[in-house]
């Protein structure tokens, strides 16, 4: 475990912007440049900053899902030059979340459970760097917490972002990218106004069992559809486009179309299929029918 402190004189006046990083620092060499010009600077630029992270201590990476087999920096997380962090081990926080009763309702991704156990790390991060950022109380002061995934390449300013929700009239404020929402909302970054808003999104593995007991598999962007929906807070969607960046350098293909059109798009995809394989059966059938 690591851990810096934080000190910063702020104004009664200006708003508090905390930048919370997540999960582990697979790629940051490779997003770090993105990450100071479009969310980092930014927000220094609007108000007092502070950043805190947490991250797992995984040094190298083995996903055969991914192609990815290569080390990853020990200190690679200094590029982000931290008020905060701590950093653990992998994997011992499992019996702390009875992560073998989650593990019990199945299994989303049908791969062994290489994608749950990553889910439930990223839940775990995440619930540790809330609980820190949210441990000082900052009174009388509008608090605004960005929540980000180091290893995402940030394509847009977030100046424009941030600034919309400073003057956003609701207090509690979740913001989420409009894109692949998966059936449930996306959950790669999120932009959060008040300390309710920041726990609802930062504190949901506290959820994950209820969720599970509710409706199945655990799965990520449905369990974060799934607190937002249960807590006083605001739901808004923006824009903000970020691509995953691979721990070689290599960035995975996204989709940035708005998630109603994307559905309506997989939609008409399960619904030509189906038609085929009914047309295509029922040809079959008439083939095997003739004399």
Known sequence: MCNAPYAQQVSEADPQITLCFFGITRSLPHTIDALRQNVINPAQALGPCRIFA????????????????VGVGADDWKLLAPDWIQIDPPDQFLPQIEANKITS???????????????????????????????????????????????????????????????????????????????????????????VAARTYGNRLGAALEYCSAYGPLHGEKLLKH???????????????????????TRKPESFLHYRLHNLKWNAIAMSYRIYKATGLAQL???RSRP
């Open 54 to 69: 947490h991250f797992f201590d995984q040094r190298q990476i083995d996903n055969p899902r991914s192609g990815e087999h």
């Open 105 to 195: 309702f199945g299994d989303t991704w049908g791969d062994g459970g290489r994608s749950r156990r990553n889910l439930l790390h990223q839940l775990r991060s995440l619930d540790i760097v809330t609980e820190a950022a949210l441990a000082d109380p900052v009174p009388d002061r509008t608090e605004l917490f960005l929540f980000l995934r180091p290893d995402l390449l940030y394509h847009d300013d977030f100046t424009g972002a941030v600034g919309r929700l400073l003057q956003d009239r609701a207090d509690q404020v979740v913001t989420v990218a409009n894109w692949q929402h998966w059936r449930g909302l996306n959950d790669r970054f999120a932009l959060c106004k008040g300390r």
């Open 227 to 249: 607190v937002v929906r249960t807590n006083p807070v605001t739901l808004r969607l923006t824009k903000l486009r970020a691509s995953r960046v691979r721990a070689n350098g």
């Open 285 to 287: 059938r008439k083939g």
